[in-house]
């Protein structure tokens, strides 16, 4: 009787040799070293993720001013560029950020409407504090009033008055000249057409390939990450320059994380490598611009206070997003559970496997499906829950 056990399937090209296309050049990994960006920061030109477009909308005044005086000196120099899909993704949020600073404005009216006394105490009509107190309370009552007329005012203004924020008004100003898009066409080396596109993100989504991969989820299957990168590339290949990507972005399929974001994932920068005939690529935050800027340290730390706060922001659909890919990978596991131990009993049946072998890898396969469906239970409960605040909410399902 044959102890010999069933083999997994064997992989496919794509899988068994991922390395080898990740990193065609072996001999240049071992050659190429990624200079400080101390070294090189004037020698970098610098692309603007969606997100940090997204980032001034939650600025103090003196914020904004000082990220204007950056974008001018870069926009000067030709050295700014702020892909089209970054400031689609832009146009599409923006109305989105107003209305939650909308928000927390009517939050301060209803506040501002609050009388101080919800009703009077006739016993203590003849105590002079207490009358005081009552005049206190109509002047609070009054400047609430007030209060509340200014802020409808500046709400007013934000609903009505679409583009004309302080922000919109700065890249407006700033940025305009500065959009680059990528180039569609059927007749280069590679695929650029859209069907093409589509093809490689899904084809990188599969294999983990940074970036995007973590958005593979999202209703447009996460192209919309790639597209800024193919950017980036693009104009690796037309500048032949170190390159400073700003982005708030910390997941997974841009960095390597550990503890947060450690350092850009390999293939990123080798991939920027080739394209730019061996140059660099930096991922930084907002606030690691302004420092590299030399910008004063109060404002420093408000945008470093700023991005805190948006890191924190999850959006429910962003929650619901992510949960679902999650789910997705455990419904998968479950499968090919399933199907091992199918594999298993047949065997059993058949014997080819002997009675130690099949009682281990029984109790074994036993156990991670039971660990498994639990696991799925409990994610399709959370799902449930984050759907039904969403819709709560009103805020739209993924």
Known sequence: ????????????????????????????????????????????????????????????????????????????????????QAVREFYKNRGRKLADIAQVLETSIERAKTPVFEKSSPLLEND??????REAGKEYVRKGKELAESLSKVIQRLKKNIGDDPVSALYRRVLSGCVKEFSFSENSSEDHSRAGL??????????????????????????????????ILQEAATRRIHCIFVTEEQKADWWIRKNGAFQPRPELLDEYRRCSGGKSLYLLPYSGLTEIFGTEEN????????????????????????LKLELDDIKINIKE?????NLLYKSSRLDSISSEY??????????????LTHMRAKLEKQLAHLKEQAVTSSLPRP
């Open 1 to 84: 009787m044959s102890d010999q056990k069933k083999q997994p399937p064997a992989p496919g090209p794509e899988e068994a040799f991922l390395l080898t296309d990740l990193y065609p050049d072996a001999a240049a990994l071992l050659g190429h070293r990624q200079p400080p960006l101390d070294e090189v920061r004037d020698e970098c030109f610098v692309v603007l993720d969606a997100n940090v477009l997204l980032l001034p909308l939650e600025f103090s005044k003196a914020s904004v001013e000082a990220t204007e005086k950056i974008y001018k000196k870069l926009a000067e120099k030709k050295k700014l560029v702020v892909p089209g």
């Open 128 to 133: 002079p504090d207490y009358a005081a107190a």
């Open 198 to 231: 589509i093809r490689e993100c899904a084809r990188r989504a599969k294999l983990q390939i940074a970036p995007g991969y973590k958005d593979s989820g999202k209703d447009d299957g996460g192209i919309g990450d790639f597209l800024i990168w193919k950017t």
């Open 299 to 322: 404002i420093v730390e408000q945008i470093k206070e700023a991005e805190k706060n948006n890191s924190k922001d999850i959006s429910l659909n962003d929650k619901i997003s992510l």
């Open 337 to 341: 559970t399933e199907h091992r131990r």
């Open 358 to 371: 099949f009682n281990r890898d029984s109790y074994n396969l036993d156990r991670l499906y039971g660990k």
